[in-house]
């Protein structure tokens, strides 16, 4: 997508608003009439999200929201401008239908994997990969956006970030966030896909106890029994508790269960593209409405301690059965992405 956001532009109406505190809406540029997201984050947020600016810019792919660019806001907020997923969040289509039928699981895990194989293969990790951070596309399709938890895979220094229910157990534990648990999360994002839930919802919103058992013990999250054989072996693949043993996004592609969407067997994005208009211009924007005018398991003190520091103080505890609540973690920003975009595969 080639579009620049020009000088003047209209807000048209709230996206959503994300736990950094971030609000994103839908804009219209006033000459050339194209959409567009903002992601607007106030003064004291703007390093973080000119640091998601300076990553995404580094990524070209239709499996990866695209960054149109970024700029100072009169008001001192800071804006980042991203190609507009008419389709909303995968979370609220989750919400929405009370979970998917395998089918629609498989196309849209078939994206997401593929859009994870993209960016590992440009040298990053997502690090948050959850249904809220998959928006879903004009096509139907499934893209991968927010990038404020993500680093350069070959980073130094600690980063560990994320949303406590899709951790990997490497993550829980404060070791490492690598590839493997963008993996990891994306076996987390099948189950709730299938479910309708974020995994571990059975822990009754104890997410220090939660965070534990992802972390120490030998557990994974639970698969729902209706699914296929086919998914079942695909989320073994994804949910192994060992990093370094987990199957890569590449080879996930191959695996059976996304193998036919692969090759464009994807009757739910056809599906989903008639159910909704993809509004190209300001004129079509009116059906969006317009709210604004203006511009702009070792119980050993180790573990409790990593854990404590990765969940936060007792009072901002995610509520355990929704998304909604969840907590992003970040920890120790690193340095700013590379100008040059990493092609993509698609
Ligand atoms: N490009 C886009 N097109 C359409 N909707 C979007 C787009 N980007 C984000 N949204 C909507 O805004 C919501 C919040 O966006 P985003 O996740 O980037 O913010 P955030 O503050 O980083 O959120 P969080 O920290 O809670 O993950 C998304 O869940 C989605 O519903």
Redesign the pocket.
């Known amino acids: 997508m080639a579009m620049a956001v020009g000088k003047q532009w209209t807000r048209l109406r709230t ?8 609000e ?1 809406f ?1 804009a219209a540029d006033d000459v050339s009439g194209q959409l567009f ?1 903002v ?1 607007s984050a106030t003064a004291a947020c703007a390093s973080a999200l000119k640091r998601e600016e300076g990553l995404m810019s580094c990524l070209r792919s239709p499996r990866v ?1 695209s960054c149109i660019g970024g700029r100072d806001a009169r008001d001192g907020s800071y804006q980042l401008f ?5 389709g ?2 995968l ?2 289509r989750v919400a929405s239908n009370g979970g998917l039928d395998e089918c629609a699981v498989r196309g849209y895990a078939a994206d997401v994997a593929a859009g994870l194989a993209y960016v590992h293969g440009a040298g990053m990790v997502h690090g ?1 990969v ?1 249904g ?2 998959v ?1 879903i596309g004009a096509d139907g399709r499934a893209k991968l ?2 990038f ?2 993500s680093k350069k895979a070959a980073a130094d220094g600690p980063i560990i970030g994320g ?1 406590p229910a899709f951790m990997a157990p490497e993550v829980a534990r404060g070791e490492e966030q690598g590839p493997a648990a963008d993996v990891w999360a994306l076996g987390c994002t099948v189950v709730e896909m299938a479910t309708g839930r974020a995994p571990w919802t059975g822990m009754d919103g104890n997410a220090l106890a939660a965070l534990h058992r992802i972390g120490y013990t030998e557990a994974v999250p639970e698969v729902p029994e209706w699914m296929s054989a086919e998914a079942k072996d695909f989320l073994r693949g994804c949910l192994i508790r060992q990093a370094s043993g987990r199957c890569t996004a590449e080879q996930l592609l191959k695996h059976p269960f996304l193998a036919a969407a692969v090759d464009g067997a994807k009757p739910q994005a056809v599906e989903s593209k008639s159910k909704w208009v993809s509004p190209k211009s300001t004129l079509d924007a009116a059906f969006w409405g317009s709210e604004s005018d203006t511009e702009e398991a070792e119980h050993d003190s180790t573990a409790e301690r990593r854990i404590g520091a990765l969940a936060c103080p007792a009072s901002a505890l995610p509520d355990w059965d929704s998304d909604e609540g ?1 907590i ?1 973690v970040l920890s120790a920003p690193t340095e700013a992405a590379d100008a040059d975009a990493v092609p993509a595969k698609e």
């Open positions: 996206l959503g608003r994300g736990g950094s505190g971030a994103v839908l997201a992601k929201v991203l190609e507009f997923a008419p909303g969040s979370a609220d948050d959850k809220r951070n928006v956006a927010d404020g938890c949303t969840w992003d």
